[in-house]
């Protein structure tokens, strides 16, 4: 078992696991560490070193592989590890670029039927990504209190570039179960339009 742990194969893949972890964890300099601590390892076997120092060198070796895997795992899975800075980052750039997609001011139009009220918008993408999967939130109003409200999807817009802007025409259904003279209790006389999810393209 000893001369297993001690045999050059061994100690390779020890060696790869360990950077692989390291860099895939985004610790770059203790990876680069964890190598030059290997290619010392190296340098002594090609010199023909005694088995003492060969023996010191692979403790060595060892040592610092174990307190740099501890490091690492310690800042990537920690409560302040790296997952949580990069979940948080992904929080961040979707504030950043929801400010960035503009929306006109809903203008009614007449609508194709007396049971629904339409309008129109403009959507505008100000940031430096291309987004897509546009899912916007429509509250509708009388007098500055909420009536009704839905989430649709942007089915007609596949990708929206920067600096792309399209308008979209939209609706609001009316109930067919009321009499027309109690029409004017559903009938909005504002809407505010918000982006509440999409996705980016790299």
Not at 56 to 83: C, H, R, Y
Not at 122 to 137: E, F, G, V, Y
Request: net charge negative; charged share 30%.
């Amino acid at each position: 078992m000893k001369k297993f742990f001690n045999s050059p194969l061994f100690i390779t893949l020890l060696v790869i696991s360990a950077l692989i972890v390291m860099r895939a964890t985004q610790k770059p300099k203790i990876a680069s560490e964890i190598q030059a601590a290997y290619e010392e390892v190296v340098r002594i076997a090609e010199e023909g070193g005694s088995d003492i120092e060969k023996t010191k060198a692979l403790q060595i070796f060892a040592e610092e592989i174990a307190s740099q895997l501890k490091t690492g795992f310690s800042a990537g899975f920690g409560s302040n590890g790296s997952d949580k800075a990069k979940e948080e980052s992904r929080e961040e750039e979707f504030l950043r670029i929801r400010d960035q997609i503009s929306i006109s001011e809903p203008k009614e139009v007449a609508g194709s039927s007396s049971r629904r009220q339409e309008y129109v918008y403009t959507l505008t993408n100000n940031s430096n990504q291309i987004i897509k999967s546009l899912r916007i939130n429509h509250d509708f109003f009388i007098n500055k209190e909420l009536i009704d409200t839905k989430n649709d999807w942007v089915s007609e817009v596949k990708a929206l570039a920067p600096g792309d802007s399209v308008s979209m025409k939209d609706y609001h259904s009316l109930p067919g179960n009321i009499p027309e003279e109690e029409m004017h209790s559903h009938t909005f006389d504002s809407v505010k339009l918000v982006v509440t999810s999409f996705d980016t393209v790299d």
